[in-house]
């Protein structure tokens, strides 16, 4: 499976952004997709994860109320709108996929990640 995310830029805070991921392959819908972000000198981080059907969800507390991860199975797509954007939001957002069930945190648990998009939120 390759990734692909876009839709990166700058927004000022309380503004929103909503970030693709594409992905090849045939078997989309047996992936539990993910997205992580990262910001200089501090590991990748668990932001959001949908099962592979997309009826499970899964959120870091810091983005709980703020963003949507969601996806459309037959455009192979996953997204993530991210309302309320914060500075503390500023980072690079990277994609990732695993064939598994449950809805993992970890980011050892993911095999496929795409390169990322940069995410900065100005004061």
């Known amino acids: 499976v390759q990734l692909q995310a876009s839709g990166g830029g700058l927004v000022q805070a309380g503004g929103s952004l909503q970030l693709s991921c594409a992905a090849s392959g045939r078997t989309f819908s047996s992936y539990v997709m993910a997205w992580f972000r990262q910001t200089p000198g501090k590991e990748r981080e668990f932001v959001a994860a949908?099962?592979?059907?997309?009826?499970?969800?899964s959120y870091a507390n810091s983005v709980k109320g703020r963003f949507t991860i969601s996806r459309v199975n037959a455009e192979n797509t996953v997204y993530l709108r991210m309302n309320s954007l914060k500075p503390e939001d500023t980072a690079i957002y990277y994609c990732?996929?695993?064939?598994?069930?449950?809805?993992?945190?970890?980011?050892?648990?993911?095999?496929?990640w795409g390169r990322g998009t940069q995410v900065t939120v100005s004061s």
């Open positions: 990732a996929g695993a064939k598994r069930y449950d809805l993992a945190i970890d980011r050892r648990e993911y095999d496929y």
């Open positions: 949908i099962s592979g059907g997309g009826g499970r969800t």
